[in-house]
């Protein structure tokens, strides 16, 4: 059942969250593909922008954030 989520975040308990998001399917999001010889370099930008974008939207403070390669496959 969903649950308001003023029941769910206590800023005065907890202020910081470390939100963490992966790829499905180890499908490729930024860097050097190699089984494919492409480059996703490109969706880095994509990405940092959709962060502020929705930081701003939902009235949050991004302390922090890293867009990482693929790695350790």
Known sequence: MTRPR??????????????????VRR???????????????????WIETRIRELASVFTIDVAAYAVMSNHGK
Do not use: E, M, Q
């Not at 003023?6 to 790829?23: E, G, K, Q």
């Not at 490729?28 to 969706?43: I, M, T, V, W, Y």
């Open 27 to 45: 499908a490729f999001l930024c860097g050097h593909d190699a089984a494919s010889g492409s480059n996703f370099d490109h969706r880095r930008g």
């Open 6 to 23: 003023s029941s769910l975040i206590s800023l005065a308990d907890t202020p910081w969250y470390h939100v963490v998001n992966r790829c």
